[in-house]
C-alpha cells in the first residue's frame, strides 16, 4: 500500500486534487482510498488531505502519519509546517513552486519534484494571480513524478470530475507533466 | 458499476435508488454532504421528490411524520446535536409504526464542540423503537441504505443507518452503484399497511387509555424481534441479486480464537489490519464486527464469543456512570450463557480521536496479559491533563 499526504491552503482545491487522483488511479486499476483531515476550515489555513493506493481492497480507516510520498500545493507552507514530518527515506516531495528552495537540506534522504503550477494555472486562465487554482497542473506533475497513473487517466478523470473549463484543466494538467523537473534524492552534498 | 464515491455520495445514491419521495433535513456537519447530493438531484428531477428545507431538526422529523403517514417513502440524515434535537419526535415516529429511514452520521455531542466522529449521538437514542445498523465502508453504506427501507416497510419501524464522520462519510473510495431496474426488483414502490385518507377519513395516533397502552408497546416489541429474522431474509434476497451480505454480526476467525475484539464501524476495518498481523504471527484472535444494535443480536453475539477465553469491547462511545454501551450489551447477551469469557471494556477514539492499529494492538496486548480488566471501563490513550488552579 501506498500513502501519500497533500499539504495545500484552504481555497487551493487540495481535497479536490486528491479525490481527483483518487478517479485517476482507481482508472488506472488500483484500489483508492482518499479524504481530508477535516479541521476548522478558513480560506489561506493548512489544509491536510491523504490518498491511499493498493492493489487489493484497503483496510485501514485512519489517518496518514509516515506517509510514502508527500505533495505540497504551497510553498510557503515550508515556512510554518513540517511537510516532511513522518515522511519514509527516499519518499517523493512534489513541490509548487516558481523556484526551487535555496536551502534543500530539510529534503534531505528524499526525493524533489519540482513544478511552477501557479505559472501554469494561470496561463491557462484557472483562477487569479493571487490565488490560481493549481491542483489540475499538479496532478500532470504527479502523474509524470509517480510514472502513474497514466496521463489518458489523469485527462479522463478531470473531464468526467471538473465542471468548470475541463479542457483549460486537461491542458495545465499535460503542461505540467511536460514541465515538472525532477531533481531527484538530495544527498548530504545537496544539503547547503 | 463501480465508481470512486465518497460516503455520503453514496448514502445519496442509495436514496435516489430508493424512490424516495419526500425528503426533509437541516444541515449539519458532517452530514451536509448527503443532503447536498439529494437536494440537488431533487432540483434537477434527478429525484421525483419533493425536498422539504426546514428551520430545526425537530421539524425536519415531524415534517416526514406527515408525509410518511400520508402514504410516501421518506428519508432525512442528521448528526450529534440534530439527532439529540429529533428525541422526542424519535418516540413518535417508531410508536406511530412509519418505517422512516434516517442516516446518522456519528458525531460527538457538545460542549467541548466537536465536529468529529463518536457514536455517543446515536448510541443514546437506544430505547427510541429504531431499528440500529452501523456500516464499515461506502459499499455497506450503500447497500445497508437500500436495505433499510425494506426492513423498514416490512416491521413498520424506523431504521436508522449510522456512519462515522468523516472516516466514512468524506471518505473517497471505490463504491458498486447498482442499476435502477435491478434495485427495482429488490425494492419494489412503496406500498403502505396505513395511510391518510381523505376518502376513507380516521385519526391517526390518537389518546390510548391503559386500557390498551401496554398492547401496542407489545406489538412493538415483538415487531423489533421480528425485524431480526426479517433482516436475514432481506440479506439473502438482497445477495440473490447484489452478491453481497454482511450478517448482523460478522466473526472472522473467532471459531478457535482465546480472545475476540468486538467493533463497530470503521475501527472494524482497521482491527481486521491488526488481525492478519496478530494471526500471522500465530496469536488465536478473532474479530467480531457489530452491525446491528437494535435489535440487539444476542444469539449470534453468544454463537460468535461462546468459545473464548476473553472479549475486548472497543466503545467509541460512553455512558456515564455505565460504560461503553456496546460493552454492557454484549455483556448482557452473555450473561445467559453458563460459561462466559471475561469481557474488558475499552474506551477509544472519543470525539474524532484516531484509532490506529498500535492502539489496537495496546488493547489487544493489554486482554491478553491481564486475568481480570482492572477497571470497568479502560480509556486508551488518555494524556495527562494539567488543570488550572
Known sequence: ?192 | MKRVLEGSHAVAEAVRLANVQVVSAYPITPQTHIVEIISDYCAKGKMNAKFIPVESEHSCLAALVGAQSAGVRTFTATSSQGLALMHEILHWVSAARLPIVMVDVNRALGPGWNIWTDQTDSLSQRDTGWIQLYCEDGQEVLDTTLQAFRLAERVNLPVMVVLDAFFLSHTYEPVDVPEQKEVDRFLPSYSPRFNLDTRNPYTLSPLVTPAFYMEMRHDMALAMDEAMTCFAEIEEEYAALFNRRYGSVEAVTCDDAEIILVTSGTITSTTRLLLEELRAKGEKVGLLKMKMFRPFPVEAVCRALGRAKKVAVIDRNFSFGAGGVFAQEIKAALYKLPVRPTVFGYIAGLGGRDVTTDILEEIYIKTRETDLPSQESIWIGLQEVKYAN
Request: glycine share 8%; aromatic share 6%; charged share 20%.
Open chain 1, 1 to 192: 500500500m501506498i500513502e501519500i499526504r497533500f499539504h495545500g491552503r484552504g481555497g487551493q482545491g487540495t481535497v479536490v486534487l486528491t479525490t481527483l487522483l483518487a478517479h485517476g488511479l482507481f482508472k488506472a486499476g488500483y484500489e483508492v482510498q482518499s479524504f481530508p483531515f477535516f479541521g476548522v476550515e478558513r480560506r489561506g489555513a493548512p489544509v491536510e488531505a491523504y490518498l491511499r493506493l493498493d492493489k487489493k481492497k484497503i483496510l485501514a480507516r485512519t489517518n496518514v502519519t509516515a506517509p510514502d510520498h508527500v505533495v505540497v500545493q504551497d510553498q510557503t507552507l515550508l515556512n510554518s509546517i513540517d511537510v516532511t514530518k513522518g515522511l519514509k527515506p527516499g519518499g517523493w516531495i512534489l513541490l509548487n513552486c516558481s523556484t526551487p528552495p535555496s536551502d534543500m537540506s530539510r529534503f534531505g534522504n528524499n526525493r524533489v519534484a519540482i513544478v511552477d503550477a501557479g505559472r501554469i494555472a494561470l496561463k491557462h486562465k484557472l483562477g487569479s494571480r493571487t490565488s490560481p487554482i493549481v491542483n489540475t497542473a499538479m496532478m500532470g506533475a504527479f502523474a509524470r513524478m509517480m510514472e502513474t497513473p497514466p496521463m489518458k487517466d489523469i485527462i479522463a478523470a478531470i473531464r468526467e470530475e471538473v465542471p468548470s473549463d475541463p479542457e483549460a484543466n486537461v491542458a495545465a494538467a499535460q503542461e505540467a507533466y511536460q514541465e515538472v523537473v525532477i531533481l531527484g534524492l538530495i544527498t548530504s552534498e545537496d544539503k547547503k
